[in-house]
T-cell receptor, first 116, second 114 residues
Framework: DAGVIQSPRHEVTEMGQEVTLRCKPI?????LFWYRQTMMRGLELLIY????????DSGMPEDRFSAKMPNASFSTLKIQPSEPRDSAVYFC??????????????FGPGTRLTVL | AQSVTQPDIHITVSEGASLELRCNYS??????LFWYVQSPGQGLQLLLK??????LVQGIKGFEAEFKRSQSSFNLRKPSVHWSDAAEYFC????????????FGRGTSLIVHP
């Protein structure tokens, strides 16, 4: 199993540009989570999908952020327009969804985003 | 609402020394408890988890953790630390009340001196 795949691994962009981060969860997993990690705020949940449906997006910072999951094997997180304060490492994680709160989270390697 | 506290931001140990990383949680019932490790430049990886039963849980890489209900704690231990254990360690409580969303602590950074 290839694990959770994220692309790109690194992204450097200028303020105002659109950024799209991609995630492929582990095959057979039905829950997907997007997190943001910074030194100041630690690991923050942005949005959670179950069976491709957004269940909780209360962590999405503002309207500049949007996420989609068109099918079970692909999700995107888009920032438009990007700002320097969006610089962070963005992680995608998936779970089997069989044990509810007891599910193990499988994390991707992350995308390091730098907005200049 | 549930919460997780990792009181130590950084821990420094010498290679070969024993290790204990602290984790306290706040939740009325017995929660699902996890420890994850994050090596530099990588995502989080599960070390071990506790659901019920034996309160001493064995994990990968020689780690173990003990659930103590009376202290609301789930401390991570290793008898002899290796330089490769230098990483960030996160304690987490699984989603409760039908929620699938875990709560992570802020993490403890482990520094290993040769």
């Amino acid at each position: 199993d290839a694990g959770v795949i994220q692309s790109p691994r690194h992204e450097v962009t200028e303020m105002g540009q659109e950024v799209t981060l991609r995630c492929k969860p582990i095959s057979g997993h039905n829950s997907l989570f997007w997190y943001r990690q910074t030194m100041m705020r630690g690991l923050e949940l942005l949005i959670y999908f179950n069976n491709n449906v957004p269940i909780d997006d209360s962590g999405m910072p503002e309207d500049r952020f949007s996420a989609k999951m068109p099918n079970a094997s692909f999700s995107t997180l888009k920032i438009q327009p990007s700002e320097p304060r969006d610089s962070a490492v963005y992680f995608c994680a998936s779970t089997l969804g069989a044990s509810g709160g007891g599910d193990t989270q499988y994390f991707g390697p992350g995308t390091r985003l730098t907005v200049l | 609402a549930q919460s997780v506290t990792q009181p130590d931001i950084h821990i420094t140990v010498s290679e070969g020394a024993s290790l204990e990383l602290r984790c306290n949680y706040s939740y009325g019932a017995t929660p699902y408890l996890f420890w994850y490790v994050q090596s530099p430049g990588q995502g989080l990886q599960l070390l071990l988890k506790y659901f019920s039963g034996d309160t001493l849980v064995q994990g990968i890489k020689g780690f173990e953790a003990e659930f103590k209900r009376s202290q609301s704690s789930f401390n991570l231990r290793k008898p002899s630390v290796h330089w490769s254990d230098a990483a960030e360690y996160f304690c987490a409580v699984g989603g409760t009340g039908g929620s699938y969303i875990p709560t992570f602590g802020r993490g403890t950074s482990l520094i290993v001196h040769p």
